[in-house]
């Protein structure tokens, strides 16, 4: 009930073109959803976060879709870049708690 | 405005050896988090901690121990290393207990 499950373990998107990366929990307690970047050698890069009082949120070409009855939530990439290639991770937070808890990551490689 | 450091950068120890890794919150951050990433894997919750006191421990064995100084630095300690315990060690800082967390660019550890 602790898990986050993250899919698809890699993406190849042309550049240009959105990126999709999905998420899904089962623990109705989680109610913070942030999305982290990775690169090679680096820490996680916090990148966007969502609260499920809200369905979506924007930052950039960054959106995060919330579907609190699913349980499931999204990162879409808009316009993708080659720079966006790096591993990403969707986390999940219980309530009043600081703990993170990561899915699996995402593996995105965006083609010139 | 300085991130969150961590030291050492790498580290290589022998199977029942100890090991101290440190680290420094943002500038005003008063909570810590240690995380554990295995290569392949999302980030693992170690510990958390918050104002010196331990708020939160993940399901770790007792080998492994932290604290939280007075200036907000934090020690992960972890005793009779074994091989298993081969990953990068992230530290993560957030300005209270249950905000936004952000890490550092983690310690490698390699047990022999």
């Known amino acids: 009930q602790q898990q986050v499950k993250q899919s698809p373990q890699s993406l190849i998107v042309q550049k240009g073109g959105i990126s999709i990366i999905n998420c899904a929990y089962e623990?109705?307690?989680?109610?913070?959803f942030p999305w982290y970047q990775q690169f090679p050698g680096k820490g996680p890069a916090l990148l966007i976060a969502?609260?499920?009082?809200?369905s979506e949120k924007k930052e950039g070409r960054f959106t995060i879709s919330f579907n609190k009855s699913a349980k499931q939530f999204s990162l879409h990439i808009m316009d993708s870049q080659p720079g966006d290639s790096a591993t990403y991770f969707c986390?999940?937070?219980?309530?009043?708690?600081?703990?993170?808890?990561f899915g699996q990551g995402t593996t995105l490689q965006v083609k010139p | 405005d300085a991130g969150v450091t961590q030291s050492p950068t790498h580290l290589i120890k022998t199977r029942g050896q100890q090991v101290t890794l440190r680290c420094s919150p943002i500038?005003?951050?008063?909570?810590v988090s240690w995380y554990q990433q295995v290569l392949g894997q999302g980030p693992q919750f170690i510990f958390q901690?918050?104002?010196?006191?331990?708020?939160g421990r993940g399901n770790f064995p007792d080998r492994f121990s932290a604290r939280q100084f007075p200036n907000y630095s934090s020690e992960l300690n972890v005793n009779a290393l074994l091989l298993g315990d081969s990953a990068l060690y992230l530290c993560?800082?957030?300005?209270?207990?249950?905000?936004?967390?952000?890490f550092g660019p983690g310690t490698r550890l390699t047990v022999l």
């Open positions: 993560a800082s957030s300005l209270v207990l249950y905000n936004e967390q952000f």
């Open positions: 500038s005003g951050h008063k909570s």
């Open positions: 986390a999940a937070s219980p309530g009043n708690t600081g703990k993170l808890i």
């Open positions: 969502i609260r499920p009082d809200v």
């Open positions: 901690y918050y104002e010196k006191e331990e708020r």
């Open positions: 623990n109705t307690a989680f109610d913070y």
